[in-house]
Structures are given as C-alpha cells and as structure tokens.
C-alpha cells in the first residue's frame, strides 16, 4: 500500500459520510462532491514543481513561485469522473482536460473504449486520472493502458472510494501510479459495487436513478 494516499483530513470525511447517505439529495451529493474534490486537488498537487516568476508588488519587485497548470491535465473517465473534475479545476483552472469512456462487454466483461480525447503533447504532462470509484479497478487499469501510450511524465488516479480489490488491481498492473482516495472501504460484492459504498457514483452525480 505504500503508494496509495489515504486523505482523511476532517473536512473531507465529514463529507464524504454526508455523501454516502441514502437520502442525499442529487444537488447535496453534487455540492459535496465539488467541494470535496477541491479538498482533494489540494492533497493531489502538493508535489507539483513550482516555477520562479518575477512579479512586481505595490512596493517592490520579487521573484514569486508559480505552478504551471497547463502542463496538467486532469483525465475524466466518463461519467462518472466529471463529477470530479470541476472541484479540481476550481483549484486549478489552467489544466488541461481529457475524456475517456469505457464500457464492460457483456460477453467477455472487459473494458472497451468508446471515446478518448487528450490534449496535445501529452509527454510533456503530468496526469491525474479522476473516477469517483476504484471498484474492479478494470476501467483504471484500461484508462492507464491506454495514456501510458502517450508517454505522459507521470499519471496519479483519484478516487473518492475504493477497496482492497481495486487497490490490489491496480497496483498489480501499476504499481507506478500513486493513488489517492478519501477511504478504502470493506469489499466488493458480487456485482461489483463497493461495499458499505455510497452506491452508484454517475446515478447520484447525474440523478439517472
Ligand atoms: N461504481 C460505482 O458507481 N459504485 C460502486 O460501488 C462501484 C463502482
């Protein structure tokens, strides 16, 4: 477990249990995931390089230290992971975006990918993988798959939620790629779903159920 960054500052568990009750609302779960992904974007970015930038003040001229957002690029697996992406960006508003979506093949229950959009330039960027989820841990191994053929310089995946089972599977296949999440949670049950959980995270974001 040596790479997987459990963020339990207070803020953060306390609403992630608001999260997780049943009758949350869809525009409570919203809020609280927005503001709990701006918590997370905090404990995510905290080894980023900073920049010297010369600057002047009312007073005098300094060299200050500056992030350079724009070599970030936050990648949302669909849907769910949109969820996520707004608190990330309210921290970090000159990242770059990129979308991939994958859905299990009924047959053969592996990922296939329907979409997959990044920005240019990927080698010279730094990856945070977003899903509120980090279930089987199959759509984040496949998501990594994929952007590792783009060389980015390093890739992070965050997750508000995961298990034993998913942290094992990536990590297995990944063993490079941090992860942060605000819990690690008991188990999977036998349809995939995290155990006690907050249910399915794209049917709470998006009001489907
Ligand atoms: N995806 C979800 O939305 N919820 C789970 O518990 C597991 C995967």
Redesign the pocket.
Known sequence: MSNVHLIDHPLVQHKLTLMRRKDASTSTFRTLLNELSTLMAYEVTRDMPLQDVEIETPLETMTGKMIDGKKLVFVSILR?GNGILEGMLNVVPGARVGHVGLYRDPKTLEPVEYYFKMPQEMEERDVVIVD??L?TGNSAIAAVNRLKKLKPKSIKFVCLLTCPEGIAALQKAHPDVAIYTAAIDRQLNEH???LP??????DRIFGTK
């Open positions: 769910a509120p989820m279930a995939g779903y995290i959980g907050l249910g399915d995270a794209g």
